[in-house]
């Protein structure tokens, strides 16, 4: 809000993670957020949604809506 008090707050679970990075962030017009990102490690969590390591580094897109439910950007 105006005085910097924090109105939410949405965070993705890294499960056994090393790292996670946020790297870029955008509002839409709508008012969806969306958040661009890697991890390392085992998997990283948004809501029920689970994301699988693969490699050194995997990427992550997550849109949070009005409803607050992530949804992951295929």
């Known amino acids: 809000d105006i005085n910097g008090n924090t109105l939410w ?3 993705g679970t890294n499960n056994n993670v090393s790292s996670t990075w946020a790297y870029s962030v955008a509002i ?3 008012g969806d957020i969306y958040v ?3 991890f390392n490690g085992y998997s990283i969590s948004f809501g029920s949604t689970i994301l699988y390591n693969v490699g050194l580094y995997d ?3 997550v849109k949070l809506c009005e409803i607050n439910q992530p949804t992951i950007i295929p």
């Open 9 to 11: 707050a949405k965070s």
């Open 28 to 30: 839409a017009a709508s």
């Open 36 to 38: 661009a990102g890697t």
């Open 59 to 61: 990427i992550f897109i």
